[in-house]
């Protein structure tokens, strides 16, 4: 109990300077729409366990049968490990998702991730970070 | 988007966090406010103020030394003006922060990624301090040598520290002008001089802060907010190198085209 | 006739002893003691026979010249290996072109162990109590070599440098290494290293002012059977410092636009 304490002393920790405000040094941040969400069942195509963000693609049938190939970004692998557990193996190529993601503000197919359940088990979940509009 | 709002969002969430952290212990600690800092079970075991082993998470400035910088010299003011960064009052979609495509970050902006581990490795003659961040190094030079008179141009100085008592004082010189001071985009010239003071306040903690005094910059010396280092001996430093291939293929695939339409 | 031949012979003779003599003129190397232009020393270091601790690797070391790879002779790639191999450009070496495709020209880490055959840069051993760390001057970058007994892991994050484990086998130092991603070239000539690759190591000090390593390297996905290396010498060097020799992009590009590029290529 003691030990879950001074992890999550960390995780706070990380999560506060991480979450907010290490991501987006790139300007990546002021792309995305975070009042509104866009959810997707994708089956992954890429899966980037690096520097500078994770992130994921993943291929998306749209209503007509087309085929989008879909961007999501979250965390520094760092903060992926400690916030969630991830690791390199989390995703691969071949899986089923269930992804929420914060859409780009232009339209294209990339968004800051939300939320994904993999086989029925939520693996990450920032959906605390969209806003309420006006905001 | 305002980064400050997300900032204030994230300084909440991870304020709940820490209350049902407390609230599950039960007991002694009661409901918590905001930033709050729980209370670590080792902070009261004994310790050597002059040891300074180990890995350790901040908390303290990110953005910048304060929120309240020194007037600026117009040589400074124009750099400010070209600087485009990627987060904070100033954020822009793509910008021009050279760390973006893996220029050395430099210190002391370094140190302001605090969330990320550091880990410093002490030995007779000097204090080694590694950053996750880049993962880069700086050494304090503790064998009682000068500041070089004539120093190399670097992006991380050169660093020497002495005892104060249970303070250790760090003065560093010999930096080149290639890198941002901060994360806002503030400069620093080849003229910047550094002393920060460090103090290991119990077995978990060091407090730092740090005196910037930089006069073809700056038209005062500017005194940092205090970081608080906390010991995290169960954290492992990972290889967080910045390789311009990496950055190169995640600003093809995810940032421009989350920006901009091709 | 013969006269005339006897004289272009001395002439000729002559000639070759002048030039012999300049190129054996002498310089300071690693260790402070006179080398020859092979780098071989021309006199007995001073410091060579003092007492020493073979268990202490600490210190500036310099290595005697800088190789290209581990050795002359690679063993047979793999098909993967040989298609990695065609794609790499060098700009230096047997296939050396004007511009080239390095990764490390745009700054990307260079990498284990192509960074230990950079060896005329210095590189500094200092030992704690749970580790042996490992600085390089060039890219200024280190790697920890833990010597704490721990194990090396099983299913290691891949990163640049790998994770390396040291354990002593008599005055010999061992270091196993793993964890290694598949990005960087494994050395100068381009040749490849996959996600499989491990290293052995060796360091022995042989003397006090000189330190001796090996590898061997194991990577069945790129290379068809172990590569084992030439011998590599170091030099103590107490008199070197370190500089910080960080690759900046910018300062890369800089060179590119202003001297590389127009050097190789008309615009």
Not at chain 2, 42 to 65: E, M, Q, S, Y
Not at chain 3, 144 to 172: A, F, Q
């Amino acid at each position: 109990m003691r030990s879950k304490l001074a992890v999550i002393f960390v995780l706070a920790a990380v999560c506060l300077a991480a979450s907010g405000t290490l991501f987006a040094h790139h300007g990546s941040g002021v792309s995305y729409d975070m009042t509104k969400m866009m959810t997707h069942e994708g089956v992954v195509t890429e899966f980037q366990w690096r520097n500078p963000h994770v992130y994921v693609l993943y291929d998306v049938k749209d209503d007509q049968g087309n085929v989008v190939n879909w961007g999501a970004e979250t965390h520094a692998p760092v903060v992926c490990e400690n916030q969630d557990n991830w690791s390199k193996d989390t995703l691969k190529p071949g899986d089923k998702i269930t992804i929420s993601v914060f859409p780009s503000k232009i339209g294209t197919p990339r968004g800051l991730l939300a939320k994904i359940v993999l086989n029925g088990k939520v693996i990450i979940d920032d959906t605390s970070r969209g806003r309420q509009p006006g905001q | 988007m305002s980064s400050t709002i997300l900032l204030a969002l994230v300084v909440v969430f991870s304020g709940i966090a820490s209350g049902q952290a407390a609230q599950e212990q039960g007991g002694g600690q009661g409901q918590r406010r905001g930033r709050a800092q729980t209370p670590s079970p080792t902070a009261n075991l004994p310790f050597d103020a002059h040891d300074f082993n180990g890995v350790w998470i901040g908390r303290g400035p990110f953005n910048t030394l304060s929120d309240k910088p020194p007037a600026m010299t117009p040589w400074a003011q124009a750099r400010y003006d070209a600087a485009k960064p990627g987060i904070g009052p100033r954020a822009q979609p793509l910008g021009n922060d050279p760390m973006m495509a893996c220029d050395p970050i430099g210190y002391p902006r370094i140190a302001f990624y605090n969330a990320y581990p550091m880990e410093f490795v002490q030995t007779k003659d000097r204090l080694i301090q590694f950053f996750d961040f880049f993962y880069v190094h700086r050494t304090i030079w503790l064998d009682g040598r000068s500041l070089p008179a004539d120093p190399e141009p670097t992006w991380y100085g050169y660093s020497v520290g002495h005892w104060d008592g249970n303070t250790l004082v760090v003065e560093t010189t010999g930096f080149n002008d290639e890198s941002w001071l901060d994360n806002d985009g503030h400069p620093h010239s080849d003229q910047m001089k550094l002393e920060e003071r460090f103090t290991r306040t119990n077995h978990d903690t060091i407090e730092a802060r740090m005196t910037l005094t930089d006069p073809k910059a700056y038209t005062a010396p500017w005194v940092s907010d205090v970081t608080t280092w906390r010991l995290t001996p169960k954290q492992a430093m990972r290889e967080d190198l910045c390789a311009p291939s990496d950055e190169g293929k995640y600003k093809d695939e995810m940032r421009e085209p989350a920006a901009s339409k091709k | 006739m013969r006269k005339c031949l006897l004289r272009s012979i001395a002439l000729l003779t002559g000639a070759l002893v002048v030039s012999t003599l300049g190129y054996a003129q002498t310089y300071e190397g690693p260790g402070g003691q006179t080398r020859d232009r092979r780098g071989l020393p021309t006199a007995a270091s001073p410091t060579a026979n003092l007492p020493f601790d073979p268990h202490d690797l600490s210190g500036v070391w310099m290595g005697l010249q800088n190789r290209n790879t581990l050795s002359r002779t690679p063993p047979p790639m793999t098909p993967w290996a040989q298609a990695r191999y065609n794609a790499a450009k060098p700009g230096i070496g047997p296939r050396a072109q004007p511009l080239g495709n390095d990764p490390i020209m745009t700054c990307d880490p260079i990498g284990y162990p192509r960074l230990a055959f950079y060896n005329d840069y210095p590189m500094e051993m200092v030992a704690t109590k749970d580790r042996l760390i490992e600085f390089f001057d060039f890219f200024y970058v280190h790697r920890t070599i833990w010597m704490d007994g721990r194990e090396l892991p099983k299913d290691p994050e891949p990163t640049w440098y790998g994770y390396s484990v040291g354990h002593w086998d008599g005055n010999t130092l061992v270091v196993n290494v793993t964890g290694f991603n598949d990005q960087s070239w494994l050395d100068n000539d381009g040749h490849p290293h996959s996600d499989q690759m491990k290293l052995e190591e060796r360091f022995t000090r042989v003397d006090h002012d000189t330190m001796q390593s090996k590898m061997t390297l194991t990577d069945p996905a790129a290379y068809t059977t172990p590569w084992v290396s030439d011998i590599e010498v170091w030099k103590l060097s107490p008199k070197q410092t370190m500089r910080e020799d960080l690759c900046a992009p910018s300062d890369e590009a800089k060179y590119k636009d202003e001297v590389r590029d127009p050097a190789a290529a008309k615009k």
